[in-house]
């Protein structure tokens, strides 16, 4: 009786070894949901940048307005009738 007692825990364990480390197991797809979760997370990243792009370029081809404050901001460029002022900090 004890022999197949022993023999009977040891099927069960031999038996319970794939499913819990096994390829597929429970350990590889806890892992696997961690990684889908970090991969939507970067998703959700990138989809608000490409968002933010989109709309960008979009008023970038609609109007004049768009252009002409990034090339004040990033250029340094004005129009012809404008004067430069610049004041210096008191120090």
């Known amino acids: 009786m004890r ?5 009977v825990l040891i099927l069960f364990v031999l038996i319970q070894y794939p499913l819990w480390m096994g390829r ?9 949901r961690e990684e889908v979760a970090q991969k939507h997370q970067t998703n959700e990243g990138l ?3 490409n968002e933010a792009m ?7 081809r609609s ?3 768009a252009s002409e404050e990034r090339a004040r901001a990033e250029l340094g460029l ?3 009738r404008e004067v430069f002022i610049q004041i210096a900090p008191a120090d």
């Open 3 to 7: 022999l197949i007692f022993i023999g």
């Open 54 to 60: 989109r709309a960008e370029v979009e008023d970038l």
């Open 78 to 80: 004005m129009h012809e």
């Open 47 to 49: 989809r608000a940048r």
């Open 63 to 65: 109007g004049t307005e």
């Open 24 to 32: 597929g197991g429970w350990f590889e797809v806890l892992k696997l």
